[in-house]
Protein backbone atom coordinates (compact mmCIF):
# COMPACT_ATOMS: atom_id res chain seq x y z
CA UNK A 1 0.00 0.00 0.00
CA UNK A 2 2.62 2.77 0.64
CA UNK A 3 4.61 1.59 -2.30
CA UNK A 4 1.11 2.10 -4.47
CA UNK A 5 0.85 5.77 -2.78
CA UNK A 6 3.88 6.96 -3.50
CA UNK A 7 3.19 5.93 -7.29
CA UNK A 8 0.10 7.76 -6.90
CA UNK A 9 1.54 10.69 -5.44
CA UNK A 10 4.10 10.79 -7.87
CA UNK A 11 2.05 10.31 -10.85
CA UNK A 12 -0.23 13.22 -9.27
CA UNK A 13 2.69 15.57 -9.42
CA UNK A 14 3.76 14.64 -12.54
CA UNK A 15 0.10 15.83 -14.34
CA UNK A 16 0.57 18.77 -12.63
CA UNK A 17 3.74 19.59 -13.28
CA UNK A 18 2.55 18.70 -17.21
CA UNK A 19 -0.89 20.88 -16.58
CA UNK A 20 1.44 23.80 -15.46
CA UNK A 21 3.73 23.95 -18.53
CA UNK A 22 0.76 23.73 -21.19
CA UNK A 23 -1.28 26.27 -19.38
CA UNK A 24 2.12 28.98 -19.48
CA UNK A 25 2.07 28.24 -23.32
CA UNK A 26 -1.38 28.90 -23.93
CA UNK A 27 -1.23 32.17 -25.71
CA UNK A 28 -5.34 32.86 -25.09
CA UNK A 29 -7.10 34.73 -22.41
CA UNK A 30 -9.91 32.29 -22.62
CA UNK A 31 -9.39 28.78 -23.96
CA UNK A 32 -11.22 25.83 -23.62
CA UNK A 33 -10.67 22.37 -22.69
CA UNK A 34 -12.34 19.43 -24.47
CA UNK A 35 -13.36 16.38 -22.56
CA UNK A 36 -15.22 13.56 -23.78
CA UNK A 37 -18.66 15.06 -23.72
CA UNK A 38 -17.87 17.77 -25.12
CA UNK A 39 -16.60 21.99 -24.25
CA UNK A 40 -15.98 22.27 -20.64
CA UNK A 41 -15.60 25.39 -18.92
CA UNK A 42 -13.25 28.51 -20.05
CA UNK A 43 -9.59 28.37 -18.72
CA UNK A 44 -8.38 31.81 -18.44
CA UNK A 45 -4.59 32.27 -18.50
CA UNK A 46 -2.87 35.43 -18.57
CA UNK A 47 -1.81 37.10 -22.32
CA UNK A 48 0.19 39.76 -22.55
CA UNK A 49 0.28 40.09 -26.18
CA UNK A 50 -2.53 39.72 -28.58
CA UNK A 51 -1.30 38.99 -31.54
CA UNK A 52 -0.87 35.04 -31.85
CA UNK A 53 -1.21 32.06 -34.53
CA UNK A 54 -3.74 29.05 -34.19
CA UNK A 55 -3.37 26.36 -36.36
CA UNK A 56 -5.76 27.64 -39.35
CA UNK A 57 -6.14 31.69 -38.53
CA UNK A 58 -3.99 34.15 -37.07
CA UNK A 59 -5.44 36.47 -34.34
CA UNK A 60 -4.32 40.13 -33.77
CA UNK A 61 -5.64 43.30 -32.59
CA UNK A 62 -5.66 46.20 -34.54
CA UNK A 63 -6.06 50.22 -34.66
CA UNK A 64 -4.95 52.95 -32.99
CA UNK A 65 -6.13 52.37 -29.70
CA UNK A 66 -6.24 48.12 -29.81
CA UNK A 67 -9.81 48.55 -30.16
CA UNK A 68 -10.21 46.19 -33.26
CA UNK A 69 -9.93 42.44 -33.48
CA UNK A 70 -8.61 40.95 -36.02
CA UNK A 71 -8.97 37.54 -37.39
CA UNK A 72 -7.09 36.05 -40.50
CA UNK A 73 -7.73 32.74 -42.17
CA UNK A 74 -4.45 31.13 -43.16
CA UNK A 75 -4.87 27.75 -44.96
CA UNK A 76 -3.33 29.19 -47.83
CA UNK A 77 -2.41 26.25 -49.34
CA UNK A 78 -6.11 24.85 -49.64
CA UNK A 79 -7.20 28.32 -50.30
CA UNK A 80 -8.87 29.07 -47.42
CA UNK A 81 -11.12 26.05 -46.72
CA UNK A 82 -13.54 25.82 -44.17
CA UNK A 83 -12.55 22.80 -41.69
CA UNK A 84 -13.88 21.90 -38.97
CA UNK A 85 -10.94 23.27 -37.21
CA UNK A 86 -10.81 26.16 -38.96
CA UNK A 87 -14.54 27.19 -37.63
CA UNK A 88 -13.78 26.12 -33.90
CA UNK A 89 -11.12 28.28 -33.86
CA UNK A 90 -13.01 31.16 -35.55
CA UNK A 91 -14.88 30.45 -32.78
CA UNK A 92 -12.80 30.87 -30.10
CA UNK A 93 -11.34 33.42 -31.01
CA UNK A 94 -14.63 35.44 -31.41
CA UNK A 95 -15.37 34.08 -27.55
CA UNK A 96 -12.30 35.72 -26.37
CA UNK A 97 -12.68 39.14 -28.22
CA UNK A 98 -16.69 39.34 -27.16
CA UNK A 99 -15.59 39.03 -23.27
CA UNK A 100 -13.40 41.58 -23.81
CA UNK A 101 -14.47 45.03 -23.04
CA UNK A 102 -12.03 46.63 -25.18
CA UNK A 103 -12.78 45.11 -28.54
CA UNK A 104 -15.31 47.35 -30.14
CA UNK A 105 -15.25 45.53 -33.67
CA UNK A 106 -13.89 42.64 -35.57
CA UNK A 107 -12.75 42.38 -38.34
CA UNK A 108 -12.44 38.78 -40.75
CA UNK A 109 -10.20 38.17 -43.34
CA UNK A 110 -8.69 35.57 -45.16
CA UNK A 111 -5.57 35.50 -48.44
CA UNK A 112 -4.67 37.53 -51.39
CA UNK A 113 -6.17 34.87 -53.53
CA UNK A 114 -8.83 33.70 -51.55
CA UNK A 115 -11.21 34.90 -48.72
CA UNK A 116 -12.18 31.38 -48.50
CA UNK A 117 -12.82 28.67 -51.47
CA UNK A 118 -15.73 27.33 -49.78
CA UNK A 119 -16.07 24.14 -47.17
CA UNK A 120 -13.65 21.69 -46.91
CA UNK A 121 -14.87 18.79 -49.42
CA UNK A 122 -12.38 16.48 -48.26
CA UNK A 123 -14.41 16.56 -44.86
CA UNK A 124 -17.75 16.24 -46.59
CA UNK A 125 -17.22 13.97 -49.63
CA UNK A 126 -17.51 10.53 -46.88
CA UNK A 127 -20.30 11.73 -44.59
CA UNK A 128 -23.95 10.49 -44.86
CA UNK A 129 -27.23 11.39 -45.10
CA UNK A 130 -27.67 9.69 -41.40
CA UNK A 131 -23.76 11.47 -40.21
CA UNK A 132 -25.21 14.69 -41.47
CA UNK A 133 -28.85 14.60 -40.19
CA UNK A 134 -27.84 13.19 -36.67
CA UNK A 135 -25.00 15.77 -36.13
CA UNK A 136 -27.01 18.52 -37.44
CA UNK A 137 -23.87 19.01 -39.69
CA UNK A 138 -23.00 23.11 -39.90
CA UNK A 139 -25.10 24.00 -37.33
CA UNK A 140 -22.26 25.78 -34.83
CA UNK A 141 -21.59 27.82 -37.83
CA UNK A 142 -24.32 30.35 -36.49
CA UNK A 143 -21.58 31.82 -33.63
CA UNK A 144 -20.85 34.46 -36.19
CA UNK A 145 -23.77 35.82 -37.14
CA UNK A 146 -24.76 35.27 -33.43
CA UNK A 147 -21.64 37.27 -32.38
CA UNK A 148 -22.91 40.74 -30.73
CA UNK A 149 -20.26 43.11 -31.75
CA UNK A 150 -19.89 44.05 -35.43
CA UNK A 151 -17.86 42.10 -37.95
CA UNK A 152 -16.93 43.31 -40.97
CA UNK A 153 -15.77 40.81 -43.60
CA UNK A 154 -12.33 42.35 -45.76
CA UNK A 155 -12.74 39.66 -49.08
CA UNK A 156 -10.30 39.54 -51.62
CA UNK A 157 -9.93 36.60 -54.28
CA UNK A 158 -13.01 34.06 -53.87
CA UNK A 159 -15.72 34.11 -51.82
CA UNK A 160 -17.43 30.87 -52.56
CA UNK A 161 -19.96 27.86 -51.57
CA UNK A 162 -19.14 28.39 -47.59
CA UNK A 163 -17.16 31.23 -47.77
CA UNK A 164 -19.71 33.30 -49.69
CA UNK A 165 -21.99 32.58 -46.56
CA UNK A 166 -19.00 33.08 -44.17
CA UNK A 167 -18.91 36.80 -45.49
CA UNK A 168 -22.61 36.58 -45.66
CA UNK A 169 -22.95 35.93 -41.92
CA UNK A 170 -20.93 39.23 -41.21
CA UNK A 171 -22.16 42.48 -40.84
CA UNK A 172 -20.45 44.48 -43.89
CA UNK A 173 -18.88 43.45 -46.41
CA UNK A 174 -16.40 45.72 -47.79
CA UNK A 175 -14.19 43.78 -51.27
CA UNK A 176 -11.05 43.97 -53.23
CA UNK A 177 -11.61 44.87 -56.78
CA UNK A 178 -10.83 41.12 -57.83
CA UNK A 179 -13.01 39.51 -55.12
CA UNK A 180 -15.78 36.75 -56.09
CA UNK A 181 -18.46 35.90 -55.07
CA UNK A 182 -20.36 32.80 -55.42
CA UNK A 183 -22.66 29.37 -54.16
CA UNK A 184 -21.40 26.84 -56.68
CA UNK A 185 -22.84 23.88 -54.48
CA UNK A 186 -25.25 23.09 -57.54
CA UNK A 187 -22.19 21.90 -59.63
CA UNK A 188 -21.38 19.56 -56.76
CA UNK A 189 -24.66 18.01 -56.60
CA UNK A 190 -25.61 19.67 -53.32
CA UNK A 191 -26.81 23.16 -52.01
CA UNK A 192 -25.61 25.63 -49.99
CA UNK A 193 -25.99 24.34 -46.34
CA UNK A 194 -24.82 27.31 -43.75
CA UNK A 195 -27.30 30.37 -44.93
CA UNK A 196 -26.54 30.43 -48.63
CA UNK A 197 -30.07 30.38 -50.30
CA UNK A 198 -31.60 32.56 -47.13
CA UNK A 199 -29.48 35.63 -46.72
CA UNK A 200 -28.02 35.81 -50.45
CA UNK A 201 -31.34 36.19 -51.73
CA UNK A 202 -32.37 38.51 -48.49
CA UNK A 203 -28.86 40.51 -49.62
CA UNK A 204 -29.50 40.78 -53.83
CA UNK A 205 -33.05 39.55 -54.49
CA UNK A 206 -34.67 36.52 -55.69
CA UNK A 207 -33.46 36.31 -59.36
CA UNK A 208 -30.07 37.27 -58.90
CA UNK A 209 -29.82 34.45 -56.30
CA UNK A 210 -31.99 31.83 -57.84
CA UNK A 211 -29.65 32.34 -61.00
CA UNK A 212 -26.35 31.65 -58.58
CA UNK A 213 -27.92 29.20 -57.01
CA UNK A 214 -29.42 26.94 -59.88
CA UNK A 215 -25.81 27.45 -62.14
CA UNK A 216 -23.32 28.39 -59.98
CA UNK A 217 -22.51 31.54 -61.53
CA UNK A 218 -20.09 34.22 -59.54
CA UNK A 219 -20.41 37.73 -59.10
CA UNK A 220 -17.16 40.28 -59.42
CA UNK A 221 -16.49 42.58 -56.80
CA UNK A 222 -18.12 45.56 -58.67
CA UNK A 223 -21.28 43.01 -59.62
CA UNK A 224 -21.91 42.61 -55.81
CA UNK A 225 -21.79 46.03 -54.95
CA UNK A 226 -23.92 47.05 -57.55
CA UNK A 227 -26.37 44.10 -56.22
CA UNK A 228 -26.51 44.73 -53.01
CA UNK A 229 -23.81 42.31 -51.60
CA UNK A 230 -20.98 44.51 -50.95
CA UNK A 231 -20.52 47.37 -49.41
CA UNK A 232 -17.71 49.56 -50.70
CA UNK A 233 -15.33 48.18 -53.47
CA UNK A 234 -11.24 49.29 -52.72
CA UNK A 235 -8.04 48.06 -54.14
CA UNK A 236 -6.99 44.64 -53.37
CA UNK A 237 -4.37 46.07 -51.05
CA UNK A 238 -6.14 48.24 -49.44
CA UNK A 239 -9.29 46.73 -48.48
CA UNK A 240 -8.07 45.17 -45.16
CA UNK A 241 -7.16 48.47 -44.24
CA UNK A 242 -10.23 50.02 -44.93
CA UNK A 243 -11.93 47.89 -42.88
CA UNK A 244 -9.97 48.46 -40.06
CA UNK A 245 -10.47 51.60 -40.27
CA UNK A 246 -14.58 51.08 -40.75
CA UNK A 247 -14.01 48.96 -37.78
CA UNK A 248 -11.79 52.01 -35.77
CA UNK A 249 -15.11 54.47 -36.60
CA UNK A 250 -17.57 52.26 -34.79
CA UNK A 251 -15.31 51.43 -32.07
CA UNK A 252 -15.50 55.83 -31.73
CA UNK A 253 -18.69 55.32 -30.33
CA UNK A 254 -21.15 53.87 -27.45
CA UNK A 255 -20.71 50.12 -27.57
CA UNK A 256 -23.99 50.01 -25.98
CA UNK A 257 -25.88 51.87 -28.63
CA UNK A 258 -23.58 50.07 -31.59
CA UNK A 259 -24.86 46.39 -30.18
CA UNK A 260 -28.88 47.99 -30.28
CA UNK A 261 -28.66 49.68 -33.75
CA UNK A 262 -27.12 46.01 -34.69
CA UNK A 263 -29.49 44.41 -33.32
CA UNK A 264 -32.90 46.55 -34.56
CA UNK A 265 -31.50 45.90 -38.15
CA UNK A 266 -31.06 42.53 -38.07
CA UNK A 267 -34.54 42.49 -36.77
CA UNK A 268 -35.93 43.70 -39.64
CA UNK A 269 -34.50 40.34 -41.55
CA UNK A 270 -36.80 38.23 -39.53
CA UNK A 271 -39.88 40.06 -38.39
CA UNK A 272 -43.11 41.48 -40.38
CA UNK A 273 -42.90 45.35 -41.14
CA UNK A 274 -44.64 46.36 -38.01
CA UNK A 275 -43.01 43.99 -35.80
CA UNK A 276 -39.97 45.44 -36.96
CA UNK A 277 -40.98 48.97 -36.14
CA UNK A 278 -42.16 47.40 -32.47
CA UNK A 279 -39.03 46.25 -32.02
CA UNK A 280 -36.86 49.58 -33.40
CA UNK A 281 -39.12 51.60 -30.55
CA UNK A 282 -38.39 49.79 -27.81
CA UNK A 283 -34.64 49.15 -28.46
CA UNK A 284 -34.99 53.10 -28.74
CA UNK A 285 -36.43 53.36 -25.95
CA UNK A 286 -33.58 51.50 -23.85
CA UNK A 287 -31.02 54.21 -25.19
CA UNK A 288 -32.62 56.62 -22.85
CA UNK A 289 -31.41 54.55 -19.81
CA UNK A 290 -27.93 54.83 -20.99
CA UNK A 291 -25.66 57.43 -19.89
CA UNK A 292 -24.13 57.76 -23.26
CA UNK A 293 -27.66 59.21 -24.78
CA UNK A 294 -27.33 61.98 -22.43
CA UNK A 295 -23.63 62.55 -23.29
CA UNK A 296 -24.54 62.62 -26.87
CA UNK A 297 -27.01 64.54 -27.07
CA UNK A 298 -25.57 67.19 -24.73
CA UNK A 299 -22.71 67.09 -27.08
CA UNK A 300 -24.66 68.03 -29.91
CA UNK A 301 -26.54 70.94 -28.20
CA UNK A 302 -22.98 72.09 -26.76
CA UNK A 303 -21.56 71.71 -30.26
CA UNK A 304 -18.72 69.60 -28.71
CA UNK A 305 -17.04 65.97 -29.54
CA UNK A 306 -18.99 63.47 -27.35
CA UNK A 307 -16.70 61.39 -24.66
CA UNK A 308 -18.82 58.34 -24.72
CA UNK A 309 -18.04 55.83 -21.41
CA UNK A 310 -19.97 52.72 -22.68
CA UNK A 311 -22.76 53.27 -20.06
Same mark, same amino acid.
Given at each position: ???????????????????????????????????????? +????????????????? =? $?????????????????? &??????????????????? +???? +?? &? =??????????????? /?????????????? $?????????????????????????????? /????????? +?????????????????????????????????????? *???? $???????????????????????????????? !???? !? =????? !?????????? $?? *???????????????????????????????????????????? !?
Amino acid at each position: MAALSSVLAATTAAVRRTCVVRLTLLPLTATRCMSSSGWM +DDIHVNRNDLKFKREYI =I $VETKGEKSNVGFIALNRP &KALNALCDGLMKEIGSALV +DFEK +DP &K =IAAVVLTGGEKAFAA /GADIKEMESLTFQD $VCTSNFLHGWTFVSDFRKPIIAAVNGFALG /GGCELAMMC +DIIYAGDKAQFGQPEILLGTIPGAGGTQRLTRAVGKSK *AMEM $VLTGNRLSAQEAQIAGLVSKVFPADKVVEEAI !KLAE !K =IGSLS !KITVQLAKKA $VN *ASLELSLAEGIKTERILFHQTFATEDRKEGMAAFVEKRAPNFKD !K
